[in-house]
């Protein structure tokens, strides 16, 4: 309230435009930029101080207090009209942080000091949870010591350097109330003791760290304006087209983090980095957005248009005509088909017809990435935001391993019995990734778009259903009748993504009332007099049902079934749940909003297809002959005719599946050569990343300084792990999306052990099955100490939170853990000599080279020993 009526130094935080209609809006946007914000920085870590975050080869420096993220915080100096503020760096001042991360073993606080009193400082030891001083240990830039190093962030926006701290004292401290200015903290020094907004007498309550978060706000994000790029006129921009350019947040993330708006780039630094957590920042804005419901509540109130409108609008070109041509087929029903496949081809896959899939699907992530997941957008195609490469790829190992949906509900990737079984998988996900484009990828939607539209305007209540449906309408019949989810017509749900042309309806939504239209021309709803959809609905309760995910699934029936067996309803009555803690008939929602949804997207329309389409006698006959006849290297249609058939749709819908069909046939090379795989792997240059062969996607994915190089030949693993694996019976540890191993010892076998529910498999190390090295461990992963100890499901033998699923983090020193179910991770076998660019990279444990001499290796490489698996 202060900062928004009174302000400070006068600066005020911006709360809107009251002199027009629109002007609230502006304001809500930049409330809820600044709380994703700080939620990203601290609010989530329950941190005041900076956490010691940034690895260097594995390790903490302590000199991180100096800067993380390529910057120095001590050399953040005011430009010349505001230098006068700006705070000295006094090499004598010793500071001592109040807050560290919360996991086991952390790093300590930050401290700074003299090097009379630390010479030099080491690394933290997260293994032994000690400072590690034997030896100079540099951070990313090179510092060995902390003298001078007391400017770290502090406060809910992390506020840094010595500029803002010099501005804090100036117009908030000490220094204010000395110079006779208004001074809200006049005791506290904030050049002297810089500490003072974590561990002063005023910080207890939680004010102190608010405001100056609010202060840095008005003083550096609201008047930042730099090469054209003004904060408040991009606001006003994103607020005024929709909320759909969240480019806009990229750019804050950077503003605010690195000090540039158009990262990767410098800012604050030397060399061009990406803001931390950038990702993140962006979903947790879009989320809260989404949660005060800023396009339905703050909107300036417009007289309707006259109804009708004289003349049609022209139709986005996301959503299907206002008179629908005629199907060629008839429409899908979303029951499963009553004609079961054989049971045995619905079972759980073998652990080894998993390996081989994951592996293609590895293989195929670039061609995946460039000709599948692609959404148009209204100025061009772009990647999808929502579909992932990574997101499918934990969700096919959830849909073909470990809990599993179901028994005989599992993906259908070949059984291993046919020699063509590899083909009958791959057919089936590009079968998939077909229907998957045309339902929700190509919009990049997760809810379904309001789209059907009666007299030119578009009803509120098609969330009730469009095409003449009624979702709430279809119950389960057969084998699954009673299983539909119940409706509630108080129950309030409201969708997260929408169709992204201007003037677009906004997210579908339900609750206990009457509803009217989406006026597009004027972008309002209006629900004055009601209005009614195709089938007569003019209200939305229990209108709840509406599509989701990547297959947009639909209906009482669809979500019954995933409560039934994926959700809380399998967990309450004692069968195996992937998620027992979603109630997907009280929270239908949860697909598109949930902090799963990357993976719950696809998962729930894996498990959709399973039921509606994969259990049918008559699809798997006709995949197979498909694949048994080559008919795809000839792109014969019969198949995907018979696809078509099954699933509907309008001309343009079965035209771009059949388009995307054979798009994904090629994406697995089932129809020609693959195209050579872009080598990216980090370092601080190519000659850096040759020698350390860490793989990226994007320089996000490095740490610390490190960028992600393309055409790095020499770390070009794929073709001898391909050639070395096949016939050598080596199947490659699980690991998650990262690349960092993961261990299940929940599974009843070894061979299940390997492939853990939620890992899927990367270029991890090899393993071969005449192991007979073994490694225990007492590191576990878990919630809490006590979590990771009571479950003792995944280790972490390196002690790295990087080998452990998400949410969780690694703690050492479990010993509760029965020796059954800590069962040894199986090591390479007989010999510990393996080949590679260099001791690190043979660490990967890909080839082996058991007698020791650089001849049974790959070109350019080497043959190490004592390498531990």
């Not at 931390?276 to 979903?283: A, F, G, L, S, T």
């Not at 993906?411 to 079984?421: D, H, L, R, T």
């Not at 339900?510 to 009217?516: E, I, L, Q, V």
């Amino acid at each position: 309230t202060h900062m928004a009526e009174k302000g400070v130094g006068g600066k005020k935080f911006y709360t809107g435009d009251i002199d027009i209609p629109e002007g609230v809006r502006y304001g809500v946007v930049n409330a809820v930029m600044f709380l994703s914000q700080a939620y990203k920085e601290s609010v989530q870590y329950d941190a005041c101080d900076e956490n010691n975050w940034e690895l260097v080869n594995d390790r903490f420096p302590l000199s991180n207090a100096c800067g993380q993220l390529g910057m120095s915080y001590q050399d953040f100096k005011c430009r010349a009209d505001e230098k006068f503020m700006e705070c000295p760096v006094k090499p004598e001042m010793e500071q001592y942080g109040l807050t560290s991360a919360g996991w086991f073993q952390a790093p300590a606080p930050f401290k700074c000091g003299p090097k009379e009193r630390f010479p030099i400082t080491g690394f933290w030891d997260y293994e032994e949870g000690r400072e590690n001083n034997e030896d100079a240990y540099a951070n990313a830039l090179g510092r060995v010591d902390v003298e001078g190093c007391c400017w770290w962030g502090r406060g809910v926006i992390q506020t840094r350097g010595t500029c803002n701290y010099g501005k804090l004292n100036y117009h908030l401290g000490k220094r204010a109330a000395l110079e006779g200015r208004d001074a809200l903290y006049g005791e506290i020094d904030f050049c002297e003791f810089p500490q003072g907004i974590c561990s002063s007498d005023e910080t207890y309550g939680g004010e102190l760290q608010w405001m100056v978060g609010f202060f840095e706000w008005a003083d550096r994000i609201q008047t930042y304006d730099v090469d054209g790029w003004n904060y408040l006129e991009k606001l006003k921009e994103f607020t005024d087209g929709g909320y759909t350019d969240f480019s806009f947040v990229d750019a804050v993330s950077g503003v605010l983090n690195i000090g540039c708006h158009n990262p990767p780039c410098k800012g604050f630094g030397s060399v061009p980095v990406q803001p931390h957590n950038k990702r993140d920042r962006n979903d947790t804005f879009q989320r809260i957005l989404n949660a005060m419901q800023v396009s339905r509540i703050f909107r300036p109130p417009k007289a309707p248009t006259p109804l009708p409108t004289p003349e049609p609008s022209l139709e986005p070109t996301q959503s299907l005509p206002t008179t629908e041509l005629p199907t060629f087929f008839d429409v899908p029903t979303e029951r499963p088909t009553k004609t079961m496949a054989p049971t045995a081809e619905l079972d759980r896959p073998p652990p080894e017809v998993v390996v081989e899939v994951e592996q293609e699907v590895k293989k195929s992530k670039a061609r995946f990435d460039k000709l599948l997941l692609k959404s148009e957008y209204p100025d061009g195609e772009r990647p999808s935001y929502l579909y992932t490469w990574q997101g499918f790829q934990r969700a096919l190992k959830k849909m073909t391993s470990g809990t599993g949906p179901g028994e005989q509900n599992f993906f259908y990737i070949g059984a291993g019995i046919s020699p063509n079984s590899l083909q009958y998988g791959l057919v089936n996900i590009a079968a998939f990734m077909a229907h998957a484009v045309t339902q929700a990828i190509y919009y990049d939607s997760c809810d379904e778009n309001s789209w059907e539209q009666v007299s030119f305007r578009y009803p509120i209540s098609n969330s009730c259903g469009q095409k003449g449906r009624s979702y709430q309408d279809e119950k389960c019949d057969g084998r699954h009748e009673g299983m539909e989810c119940e409706v509630d017509p108080t129950m309030e749900v409201y969708g997260v993504t929408r169709a992204r042309w201007l003037g677009a309806p906004p997210p579908l939504y339900c609750a206990d009332r009457s509803t009217g239209y989406w006026d597009h021309i004027t972008g309002f709803e209006e629900n004055e007099p009601p209005f009614a959809n195709s089938a007569g609905r003019n209200d939305v309760r229990g209108c709840c049902w509406w599509g989701r995910g990547a297959l947009q699934i639909k209906g009482v029936c669809s979500y019954g079934l995933l409560n039934h067996y994926l959700g809380k309803k399998a967990a309450d009555e004692g069968r195996p749940s992937l998620y027992p803690d979603i109630d997907f008939c009280k929270n239908p929602g949860a697909i598109c909003s949930d902090r799963r949804a990357e993976e719950l997207r696809w998962v729930t329309a894996l498990f959709h297809w399973v039921i509606t389409v994969q259990q049918s006698q008559a699809y798997l006959s006709k995949l197979r002959e498909f694949v048994d006849n080559n008919r795809y290297a000839e792109e014969e249609a019969s198949f995907i005719g018979q696809m078509n058939r099954v699933l509907g749709g309008t001309a343009e819908e079965i035209s771009r599946r059949t388009e995307m069909f054979f798009t994904a046939l090629k994406v697995f090379g089932l129809t020609e050569e693959p195209e050579e795989p872009v080598l990216t792997f980090c370092g601080r240059d190519k000659t850096d990343a040759e020698s350390t062969c860490t793989p990226c996607e994007t320089d996000m994915d490095c740490r610390g300084l490190l960028l992600c190089h393309s055409n790095v030949t020499a770390c070009n693993i794929t073709e001898f792990v391909d050639s070395n694996s096949q016939g050598s019976g080596s199947v490659p540890l699980a690991t998650d999306v990262d690349g960092s191993d993961i261990v299940d010892l929940t599974g009843p076998t070894p061979a299940a052990n390997a492939l853990p529910d939620s890992g899927v498999v990367d270029e991890g190390p090899m393993v071969s099955q005449s192991a007979a090295v073994s490694i225990t461990t007492t590191n576990y992963c878990g919630k809490s100490w006590s979590d990771a100890a009571s479950r003792c499901s995944f280790a972490c033998p390196s002690g790295n939170d990087r080998q452990c699923p998400p949410e969780q983090k690694c703690f050492g020193d479990i010993e509760t853990c029965s020796d059954e179910d800590s069962q040894s991770i199986q090591s390479s076998g007989p010999t510990s000599n393996y080949c590679g660019l260099n001791w690190n990279h043979a660490a990967r444990c890909s080839v082996l080279c058991s007698s020791g001499t650089d001849a049974e290796c790959p070109n350019g490489q080497k043959c190490f020993g004592d390498v531990v698996c």
